[in-house]
């Protein structure tokens, strides 16, 4: 495709490109445009607190928190927006300002109390920058602040490490490689300036079949909801 009759024929900075392309469409598997995510895209994560611990690291793979958390023993997490809902939570009103003046709008004003200790309730995740960080960690938080050592359980979507080396294999329910990943990492392949093929339609038709087909492949179970039966008529 690149005047070549094998990888190990183009130069290097042409094999670099072919594994940057590869691993577009692996990640694409796992990040579906239109997001739509595999369940096979999520992966099962367990965290440790110990007493005064509110929050703890989550892997950098981690793009967001699917399901819902379970406190183990204790029952599910409920969600919070942010870390700008835990002030919330522990703030109180305290009284209102008005202008001196008479005029103009009242704002209330709060007092900020410490944070509460005990069974945890709600969770949120927080992955800016702590001023200190070279990657993006996402960090899973707990509130009230937990009084003694609990654990956490969670499916969390994450994006698939990178393939590098020739004996690395993808990830793909029933080794569909060559159905889905294949087409779309030649679709992306088009994208290169040195791609010489006069087949680009073809490519393309094919990378949206593979999307199509990546789409069919959400969740293993198709049915979904309660089995009702209705009454049997007569004796």
């Known amino acids: 495709m690149l005047g070549a009759d094998a990888a190990a024929d183009l130069p290097q900075i042409d094999q670099d490109r072919i594994g940057i392309y590869i691993n ?12 739509k995510r595999p369940m096979w895209a999520e992966k099962k994560f367990t965290l440790s607190y110990t007493a005064d611990q509110a929050g703890a690291d989550l892997s950098k793979e981690v793009t967001s928190v699917n399901k819902i958390p379970v406190l183990v023993g ?29 005029r103009g709008l009242n704002f209330p004003h709060y007092k900020e109390n410490e944070p509460e200790k005990g069974r945890p309730i709600w969770y949120y995740i927080d992955n800016r920058d702590h001023g200190t960080d070279t990657e993006v960690i996402p960090r899973f938080y707990l509130y009230p602040v937990p009084e003694k050592a609990y654990t956490v359980e969670l499916f969390a979507n994450i994006v698939p490490s ?13 080794d569909l490689v060559w159905d889905i ?28 079949e593979a999307r199509k087909r990546l ?18 008529v007569g004796w």
């Open 74 to 102: 204790e029952g599910p997490l409920s969600p919070m927006t942010g870390p700008e809902a835990e002030i919330r939570a522990r703030s109180l009103f305290s009284w209102d300002f008005r202008a001196p003046s008479g």
């Open 162 to 174: 990178e393939l590098s080396l020739d004996t690395d294999t993808p990830r793909i329910p029933s």
């Open 24 to 35: 577009q469409a692996y990640r694409e598997c796992y990040t579906p445009i239109d997001g």
């Open 181 to 208: 990943m294949y087409p779309m990492a030649q679709g992306k392949l088009l994208s290169d300036p040195r791609y010489n093929g006069d087949n680009k339609e073809f490519i393309a038709r094919m990378a949206d």
């Open 215 to 232: 789409r069919q492949m959400v969740t293993p179970q198709k049915h979904k909801g309660s089995l009702r039966l209705g009454k049997r």
